[in-house]
């Protein structure tokens, strides 16, 4: 593709793109646990925060409720997340892992972390850190 295209100056096309080419690298890490990103990171999410709010974890994975929701449901039928209504307020969802969950958990970690040194050789380690702190800053504006 020619590099000065209209495509190639837009932000949003160049987050997509790269977006897509980091979740087929990490997928293809993970496939032996068969776990998507996405879930991967709602299992460490809710691991680090056990009884984090739907609400909370929506905001941390910057997806809407309905996204969410969308996402949970296989991981609850697969037995990985509990989803209860809150001690402190039955109205708020609230999610923890199963045993299975922290298992599952803990076979993906060192898999995981095969896909960050392939990304890490391949960037350098120092761009690939810099590069996670600006989309961090990038995905919690304001």
């Known amino acids: 593709m020619n590099t000065t295209s209209r495509a190639n100056m837009c ?16 997928e293809r890490y993970l496939a032996p646990v068969a776990l998507t990103s996405t879930q991967f990171t709602i299992l460490l ?20 409720r309905t996204s ?3 996402a949970l449901k296989p991981m609850q039928r697969d037995g990985l997340i509990d989803i209860a209504a809150s001690p402190a307020d ?14 599952r958990l803990e076979q993906a970690l060192p898999l995981w972390q095969q896909a960050q040194h392939e990304f890490e050789g391949e960037f350098g380690r120092e761009p690939a850190e810099e590069t996670r702190k600006l989309l961090l800053k990038i995905g919690q504006p304001g």
């Open 68 to 70: 969410l929701v969308r």
């Open 90 to 103: 039955a109205r708020q969802n609230v999610m923890s892992l199963t045993a299975d969950g922290r298992q």
């Open 45 to 64: 999410l809710v691991d680090e925060e056990p009884g984090i709010p739907m609400r909370e974890l929506s905001e941390a994975m910057v997806m809407d």
């Open 11 to 26: 932000n949003c096309f160049a987050s997509r793109q790269a977006a897509r080419y980091l979740t087929r690298l990490y």
